[in-house]
């Protein structure tokens, strides 16, 4: 029977999924109410030494009617006292032995400051230490968090101090913040953390009040710019996840972290090779309760396709991650739109002309079908723009903005038969030129309805060549 | 009484509207509240060359003015429906959108849930009135020329704004004492609220549209017209409503649907007897029906010669119909009133339709239905006086026109909306006066040139 138990650097897991140390693992009442609704593990909001946070603390990008496509913060670690965190940390262990806590930590760098709080730690009961490398605001300006992750010396030197004194699993999260990841992570790796995670938040402002022309968060009239997080970074988080576990010089147990909010999104992190993943946004926006159908949804998943445990799964598709170079030059696709799916929109027509390569037309009343398809390839063959020479868009809006209707009147204009609303017209289907498209996907991406148009594989009777590969046969 | 350009009117203040009256025609489209607008507005897939803006007679940039209604910009929202339609107001409350843009949108194919394009149009013209800004619009520099506008309904509306944005004085002429024609007097209450027509109508005043009320143009007041203006634009509508040519038709108690719609909607009529008897099965029809129920029938029928499936309300206002409690008599037709003073009741013969589909009448099947009050809606006439036909072509009694340009035979006069086209929607009449007031310009323009 499928099982979502798994083992991380050599911690036993209930499940996969883990709050990341944020706002919901402040303290331990959240963390164990948190584990009461189906959480694995929990990574304690940062210990170190006291903080003050200031107020506010949030803002969040909307986009299109939905709260929280992005989210940013300027919190810092946690303002508790040390001791308080660790005595709570003791009492969820004693009542919660099955379930994972991890202690974040982040202490001044100096080799006996951070001995004694891994020992505090420890001693309190967590399963694993994550070494905070990553905070991008506030505590970076003290010479912590990311100003450690962003200088790999330091990353591997600290990850070494904590390592002397370990006994659990080290945990290393990396930040985003710097231009290539696996250098950092590389250091952590040399310095002998036991696992990796990514990635901590994005430096961003995620708007302005147009009013007030203060930027959010708003703290007295000012902001500082915070770490955005949330459905907006997963694409980046999964980039970088992707990066650290194909590179061998990096690769270590890897919790993914970013934007993880379904079952959908888990999957993915750990089909790039992630063990565990971590969640903060989604709980903070619906609460813990989103657990229940990461964990449904992912069982299912996995019974469809035939997988027991996650580990049969993680990093199937970290092979199918190439340089570009090393893609193959002579497969190719093109649009293929549906008819009989079509409603009509002719948003892919749009899309194709302003935001692509003018192979969508609205001809099909006016003999675009009978246009011979010659097999050319777009991408070797070019023409000048419009070799056909359709009408553009705004020559299709003009003549519908020129016509002259009326309001129909039932039974004298419609035959009885009504407005048929029904059926898409013909002259409202678009149509592909082919010999023109470059099998962007772009159309079938904009079409708002599912599978009306695919790509479909065009034989090109060439044998697969990378650019690579052809560089080389030039070379030779 | 005329309305100079320079002072300020406020036809809207005229309207009298009892809270009773208010109340018995509460709106049938409510207002979109403003998160739920920007909701709606989100759903919208911003189609290109969208079918709503083709199946909309004034062509409005549907999807242009529903993302500025998304993005917060109601201002430029409101501007892009003006644009294409000067009485977006009106017609976002009036327009029978499940036939134009609502029927035309694409979500039917998607998720049969279409954008709820008219009560987003309102959304985007309410926030505009809300505002007290005036039109998004100023005058042309005046070109010295003068249009006459025989009519105060929708289609002279519609021209003379078009006419005062390209600097041409518009002078209307109404026999009525306010504007809009029937778009103040002749729309269901529920629908559009007289008040909300002069509203509109207040800020073409601004835009420099005079007014005449109270004037019948006359054989000789014409001839002064054509005299003394550049061009004529006649926006005179339909006549009246037909009568049955029956006895008893002139008693106490039988009225027509155009008199009652505009009494009760101007305030003179308050109230109606128990039992009402509609005449007719057309959209008018169904609007006075409905209005005698909101007036406190018991009982009301509609009586129509045929079938359901041949009347010509739409569909959804048969439906409307029947929820409202109004009852139907089909194949009935009307052979004479019933009472001495007052009309008590209708002599009905069934009817039965025959091969050709013409109707017979049912010999000795003849029946009564009790009615204190009696309401014509069987169409109204067309002009077949001798006054137009003068002056211009018509074609079974309507306007001939060059559609593009709204010009009639007669090259100095041009027409449009119902005296056209037999009697259709408000937005039609707007997009024939909007054309007619381009191609009054144009030919002005031509005539300058030519001299």
Known sequence: MATLETTFAGIKCLNPFWLASAPPTNCGEQIMRAFDAGWGGAVWKTIGAQVTN???RYS???????????????ELISDRPPEVNLREMSEVKRRYP????????????????????????????????????????????????????????????????????ARTPVIVKLTPNIADIRIPARAAKRGGADALSAINTINSITGIDLETLEPRPNVDGKSSHGGYCGPAVKPIALSMVQQVMSDPLAALPMSGIGGVATWQDAAEFMLLGAGTVQVCTAAM??????????????????????????????????????????????????????????????????ACWDGAHQCIHMDRMEGGMEQAVT????????????????????????????????????????DGEGLNSAVTPLQRIPRVDVDECVGCNLCSLVCPVPECITMERVETGLRPETWAERAESVKA | MLVPMSEATNFFSKAQRTAEVAARFAE????????????????????????????????????KFIKKIASGNLEGSARTILEANILGASCARACPVSVLCEGACVMHRYNKQPIEIGRLQRFAMDALHASGDPLPFTPGNDTGKQVALIGGGPASLACAAELRRRGVRAEIFDTRPLPGGLNTYGIAEYKLPLAESLREIDMLAQ???????????????????EANYDAVFLGVGLGAIHRLGIAGEDLEGVTNALDFIAGYKSGKVHEVPARVAVIGAGNTAIDAANAAVRLGASEVYMVYRRGPERMSAFAFEYEHAKQEGVKFLWHAEPVGFVGKRKVHGLELARLEGSADSSLVENQGENFMLDADLVVLAIGQATHTDSLLGEKVQLDMGRIVI???????????????????NGGREVVDAVADGKRAGVGIVAWLEGQHGNA
């Open chain 1, 54 to 56: 200031v107020s506010s």
């Open chain 1, 60 to 74: 969040s990008v909307d986009w299109n009617g939905q709260r929280m496509m992005g989210f940013n913060n300027i």
């Open chain 1, 98 to 165: 099955k379930h994972v806590v991890i202690a974040s930590l982040m202490v001044e760098s100096k080799r006996e400051v951070w001995h004694e709080m891994v020992q505090r730690a420890e001693d309190a009961g967590a399963d694993g230490l994550e070494l905070n490398f990553g905070c991008p605001h506030g505590m970076s300006e003290r010479g912590m968090g990311s100003a450690v992750g962003q200088v790999p010396e330091y990353c591997e030197q600290i990850t070494g101090w904590v390592k002397e004194k």
């Open chain 1, 285 to 350: 926006h619906y609460g813990y309760r989103i657990v229940e159908d990461m964990g449904d949804g992912l069982l299912a998943w996995m019974r469809r396709k035939g997988y027991e445990r996650v580990d049969e799964f993680r990093g199937l598709s970290l092979p199918k991650m190439r340089e570009w170079k090393h893609l193959n030059l002579n497969f190719r696709v093109v649009a293929e739109i549906h008819a009989e799916k079509c409603i009509g929109c002719q948003l892919c027509y749009t």
């Open chain 1, 375 to 414: 097999g050319t390839d777009p991408r070797y063959v070019q023409h000048e723009a419009n070799p056909q020479g359709k009408p553009t868009p705004a020559m299709v809006f003009a003549a519908s903005m020129k016509t002259i209707v009326t309001t129909p009147i039932a039974k004298l204009d419609l």
């Open chain 2, 28 to 63: 049938l489209h409510p207002a979109l509240e403003k998160t739920a607008a920007v909701t709606e507005a989100l759903r919208c897939l911003y189609c290109f060359d969208a079918p709503c803006m083709g199946a909309c007679p004034t062509h409005i940039d549907v999807p």
């Open chain 2, 207 to 225: 835009l420099g549209v005079e007014f005449h009320f109270d004037t019948m143009v006359d054989a000789a007041k014409l001839a002064e017209l």
């Open chain 2, 402 to 420: 060059d559609r593009a340009t709204g010009q009639t035979s007669n090259a100095k006069y041009f027409a449009g909306g119902d005296c056209t």
